[in-house]
């Protein structure tokens, strides 16, 4: 059973417990042993390595494909070689034999008693914005009963930290506009996955991967992911420093996904910035730093974080004004959406597709020039789902260009989820597209979206900051 963190007075301790009763079964964790680990010992035995032409290693297993079909089929890949790894395990990039697509493959320890929670929610997903599961087998390990879990996914080469990174070094912020596209395909992966009650729990620039040819941006790393359900806890150390929402830091275990978009609010003000708007060592230095720029929250406020510290006295800290937090030239479109996202009370923060359709994002729904400044056409952006428009339907006239809003009958924007509106605007994805994105410009001439000889990965690693 679990154990009742609340019990025990000593922060550490408070903290050790909640951990432990994270690992305990949740909702969408299996106590029995899962028929797929069992059917993988059968698979394991079908792993076999063998020499290509060119003398280089091809490794054939036995997999299943991420979407759809769970009929298992072989799988060649080849130039096998260490990327990233971590506490979770370790992430290698590969060559598929058959296509020559480059891929990532996460391996991590399978725990035997249960299912494997990031799998059961990647194989859900299927989104422009999240790096697609493309297969997942199982191999053993040195030691006996020793089964991992290996997820191929696709490979995509940079990441928006590491872009930020590259214009840091030249004392210079990513251009306004690549931030106005990076943020906006952001949001409409939160869209996504919240309409799914899927919370992501780590939202940072590290886990936004991005192909410097296209600029499209897709989520990954789903490690900390979680389908949320109302009336069952969850554990509040989840999350990484700087971009913990608030109401983590109180504590709290019956949060929503609101999490993710205070976090999204962060990575925006970090890209504005240069740098983490809220840094600290501790959930302690984080929540003075917020502290500083929105001042003390009310009792009200607090109470919406976490009814047990209302009692609490805080010092009372004036407000910092939002336009003196940033730099002069920052569009105050982008100040005013900050303010939006970052908001103490979660229900008060803005929705992510209300987001998508905010007026910072208009100019990415302007008609004319839609390159690149490499010449390339814009990424897609407004090429909804029918599941994708129904989830706030009134947003529709914002979200889309006017140009093609004809292409939307009038009734979806009255419909509920599962309504019509998706449909004519799926059915003309290969125009839509393509449409009304404006030109991206250097503003700062610090030329394309800068690209690294790093090794990149296509699975961030847990880290700290």
């Avoid at 903290?15 to 029995?32: I, R, T, Y």
Wanted: hydrophobic share 35%; net charge neutral.
């Amino acid at each position: 059973m679990r154990a009742n963190s609340k019990s025990y007075k000593d922060p550490t301790m408070k903290q050790l417990v909640g951990k432990l009763n994270d690992l305990w079964p949740e909702h969408s964790v299996a106590l029995s042993i899962p028929k797929e680990i069992d059917a993988a010992k059968e698979k394991i035995e079908g792993v076999e390595e063998t020499e290509g032409r060119d003398g280089a290693k091809i490794t054939t297993v036995v997999a299943t494909p991420g979407q759809g079909t769970d009929r298992v089929q072989e799988v060649s890949y080849t130039d096998t070689k260490v990327i990233g790894n971590g506490s979770f395990g370790v992430v290698f990039q590969a060559r598929l034999c058959d296509t020559g697509e480059l891929v990532a493959i996460k391996k991590v320890l399978q725990d035997r008693r249960f299912k494997n929670r990031e799998l059961q929610i990647m194989r859900k997903l299927e989104h422009c914005n999240i790096v697609k599961l493309l297969y997942f087998f199982y191999s053993s390990g040195e030691k006996r009963d020793e089964v991992f879990l290996n997820l191929v996914l696709e490979y995509i080469p940079e990441t928006v930290y590491k872009v930020a990174r590259q214009y840091a070094k030249t004392k210079q912020t990513i251009p306004i506009n690549f931030i106005r596209l990076y943020m906006y395909q952001l949001f409409r992966s939160l869209a996504y996955i919240h309409s799914l009650g899927i919370c992501h729990r780590d939202i940072k620039p590290q886990n936004l991967l991005l192909d410097p040819e296209t600029a499209v941006l897709k989520l990954c790393d789903f490690g900390s992911a979680k389908q949320l359900l109302h009336g069952e806890p969850n554990v509040s150390y989840i999350c990484s420093r700087y971009y913990r929402a608030p109401e983590l830091i109180f504590g709290a275990i019956n949060y929503t996904t609101k999490i993710d978009v205070w976090s999204a609010g962060c990575v925006l003000a970090e890209l504005l910035l240069g740098q983490p708007i809220f840094p600290g060592d501790s959930g302690v230095d984080q929540l003075v730093e917020v502290i500083k720029v929105l001042g003390t929250p009310t009792r009200e406020q607090i109470r919406e974080m976490n009814p047990n510290y209302t009692e609490f006295k805080f010092p009372q800290i004036k407000s910092h004004p939002w336009q003196k937090v940033f730099r002069i030239r920052t569009p105050p479109e982008a100040i005013n959406l900050v303010s939006q996202l970052l908001e103490y009370t979660p229900s008060a923060r803005i929705t992510p597709l209300k987001a998508c359709a905010h007026p910072f994002f208009d100019e990415l729904r302007q008609e004319g020039n839609h390159t690149l400044p490499n010449g390339r056409e814009m990424p897609p952006l407004f090429n909804f789902t029918e599941h994708e428009l129904s989830i706030q339907p009134s947003l529709i006239p914002q979200l889309l260009p006017k140009h093609l809003q004809s292409t939307v009958p009038k009734r979806s924007t009255n419909s509920g989820p599962g309504g019509e509106g998706g449909a004519a605007a799926a059915a003309s994805s290969n125009e839509t597209s393509r449409v009304g994105a404006g030109t991206i410009t250097n503003s700062n001439n610090a030329g394309n979206v800068a690209s690294t000889n790093t090794a990149p990965i296509a699975v961030a690693a847990p880290t700290d900051s």
